[in-house]
Structures are given as structure tokens and as C-alpha cells.
């Protein structure tokens, strides 16, 4: 018999590399840059808000106060 080894065939294995990584940052920079301006604007909505509610409150106020002048002002006009 033969005195010899029979060898593989050769193969050649190729590797891709995959990108995409970049894209993936970006997306989670867009996610994070919209989440931070959601929260600027919903706080800046909130304080708006709370300035229209003090500047009624005030306005009310100052409405009651006229109306208890008015009452004064008329109980001394009758000689009260």
C-alpha cells in the first residue's frame, strides 16, 4: 500500500465585516437630542402656565379689593 497522507483540500474562509455602528450612534443621538427638547418645552409650558394662573389669581384679587372700596365709598356717600 501507499505510504502517504492524503491532505485536505484547501479553503479560504472570508470574513466581512459588518458597519453600521455609526448609524446606530446617530439614531441614539437623534433619541436622546429629541427627548431633551421634549423636556425643555414641556417645562417651558408648565411655567407659562403657572404665570397665567398667579397673574388671574392677582387680577381676582385686585377686583375684590375694588369691590370693597366701591362698598366703602358708598356706605360713606349714604353718611354711614
Keep these: 500500500m501507499a505510504d502517504y497522507q492524503e491532505r485536505p483540500a484547501t479553503t479560504t474562509t472570508v470574513i466581512e465585516r459588518r458597519s453600521g455602528g455609526g448609524m446606530t450612534f ?4 437623534l433619541v ?6 421634549a423636556f425643555f418645552l414641556i417645562s417651558s409650558e408648565s411655567k407659562k402656565d403657572n404665570a397665567v394662573s398667579t397673574a ?16 366703602d365709598a358708598a356706605g360713606a356717600a349714604k353718611g354711614e
Design 26 to 29: 446617530a439614531i441614539l443621538l
Design 32 to 37: 436622546v437630542v429629541v427627548a431633551v427638547a
Design 56 to 71: 388671574a389669581t392677582q387680577v381676582g384679587q385686585a377686583a375684590s379689593d375694588v369691590g370693597d372700596a366701591a362698598k
